[in-house]
C-alpha cells in the first residue's frame, strides 16, 4: 500500500504546472555536495566548478551536484541570501557522526556521503566506483509527487527519503565582506531540501507526496530525490530540470 505524505516546500517563486518523469539506471547515480558561502573568499572558484557542470554531458544521468549554502560565515560582512542552518547541521552530521571529526569549512566537497579533497589538488572531475543502486523512478505532476524504488539487494530496511529544488542561473552583487564588489554566478543551488524517514519493504518502496506552496519565478529550476542509508551512504537518485 502506497502511503501519503504531506510535505509543505515553502519556496517562494516556483510553481510547477507540467509533468515531468525522472527514472534512473540500475547503476547509482552518484551525488556531490559543495558546501560553500557568499562570504567566503575561497569559495566562488568551487561554486564555478559546480556551475560548469550544467553543460556536461552526464548530469542527471550519473551524477547530480548539489551546492548547500552555509550560514557560519555570515558574521563576517556579509549574509549569504540562499544560507540555511539546516545545511550548517546537515555539514556538521557528516563532519561529526559519519567521520568522526571536529571541524567543518568551505569550500567542502562531498562525494556520496565520503569527504572528497582532491578537488583542491587537481580540480577534476572524481571517478566514482561503479555500484548497483537499484531503480529509482519520479513523476512530478503539478504539485503532485510519486516516489518508487526497487532494489534487488535490499529486502528490508529503514532509510532515508530526501528531496531537493534546485535553482540555476543566479548572479549576486556582494556588497560587503570578503567578495565585496564581486559578482557571484550560482547553479545548483538547494533551495529547499526535505529529509524523512523511510522504509524499504519487499525489496520496495512507494511515496506518494504533494509539494505545496510552490510558486513561479524565471529562474531554472531543478527536482533531486535521493535515498541514502542511516549510515548517509547514498543508494541512489534521480532528477532532472522542471
Known amino acids: 500500500m502506497k502511503k501519503l505524505l504531506i510535505i509543505t516546500a515553502l519556496i517562494s517563486n516556483i510553481l510547477f504546472a507540467q509533468d515531468y518523469t525522472f527514472e534512473s539506471k540500475d ?9 560553500t558561502s557568499q562570504g567566503c573568499s575561497s ?14 554531458p552526464k548530469v542527471f544521468k550519473d551524477f547530480i551536484p548539489m551546492a548547500f549554502h552555509i550560514t557560519y560565515w555570515d558574521f ?16 556538521r552530521y557528516y563532519s561529526n557522526k559519519v567521520w ?14 565520503k569527504e572528497y579533497k582532491k578537488w583542491f589538488s587537481n580540480r577534476n572531475f572524481p571517478n566514482f566506483e561503479k555500484k548497483y543502486g537499484g531503480k529509482l523512478k519520479v513523476n512530478l505532476d503539478d504539485n ?26 543566479y548572479d549576486i552583487d556582494i556588497k560587503r565582506g570578503e567578495n565585496k564588489y564581486k559578482t557571484l554566478k550560482h547553479d545548483f543551488v538547494i533551495l529547499n531540501h526535505i529529509q524523512k ?21 524565471n529562474k531554472k529550476k531543478a527536482l533531486v530525490v535521493w535515498l541514502s542509508k542511516y549510515d548517509s551512504d547514498i543508494l541512489q537518485s534521480t532528477g532532472g530540470y522542471i
Request: net charge positive.
Open 27 to 35: 547503476h547509482r547515480v552518484n551525488i556531490i555536495e559543495l558546501y
Open 43 to 56: 569559495c566562488p572558484p568551487a561554486d564555478k566548478w559546480l556551475s560548469d557542470l550544467k553543460e556536461h
Open 76 to 91: 563576517i560582512g556579509w549574509k549569504d541570501i540562499f544560507a540555511n542552518k539546516s545545511h550548517d547541521n546537515r555539514q
Open 100 to 113: 568522526k571529526k571536529n571541524s567543518v569549512y568551505t569550500p567542502q566537497f562531498i562525494t556520496n556521503a
Open 144 to 169: 503532485k509527487l510519486q516516489i518508487s524504488y526497487f532494489n534487488k539487494d535490499i529486502k528490508n530496511q529503514k532509510i532515508y527519503l530526501n528531496i531537493g529544488i534546485l535553482g540555476f542561473d
Open 197 to 217: 524517514f523511510a522504509e524499504i519493504k519487499n525489496n520496495k518502496f512507494d511515496l506518494n507526496t504533494i509539494l505545496l506552496d510552490l510558486k513561479k519565478d
